[in-house]
């Protein structure tokens, strides 16, 4: 197995965990009512459990994708961050209720099948 397809898990946890930080800003953004730029709301708002949850989110994607570079080249892993559109339309319809038109899921599997076509020049 190469080095990039071994990097594969790696990337798509980092994928996921990009798209649920996006999911948990939005839970603590309605949990606060909304963004206010004023310094004493802006500091309630960084201690909603909503966005720390977000921004822990993102520090460990950070971790997961140092590791994933780590066994892949750059110009193979980068173009699986795309698939964080399908996993943040799921994400937003399971857990905030929110609605995806159509013709969105058709543009969501144009994206799928571009990646899994630029992952496929992976294997040698």
Known sequence: MTPNLKAIPLILLGVLLNAA???FLKKG??????LAWEPGALVGLLIQ????GGLACYAVSVVVWLGALSLAEVNFAYPFLALGFLANA????????EQVPGLRWVAL??????????A???RR
């Open 109 to 118: 599997a144009v994206i799928v099948a571009g990646v899994a076509l630029q």
């Open 21 to 23: 930080a996006q999911v």
């Open 90 to 97: 799921l994400m937003a319809r399971t857990f905030l209720g």
């Open 29 to 34: 953004l309605q949990a606060a009512g909304g």
């Open 120 to 122: 496929w020049t992976g």
């Open 49 to 52: 459990p909503g966005i720390l």
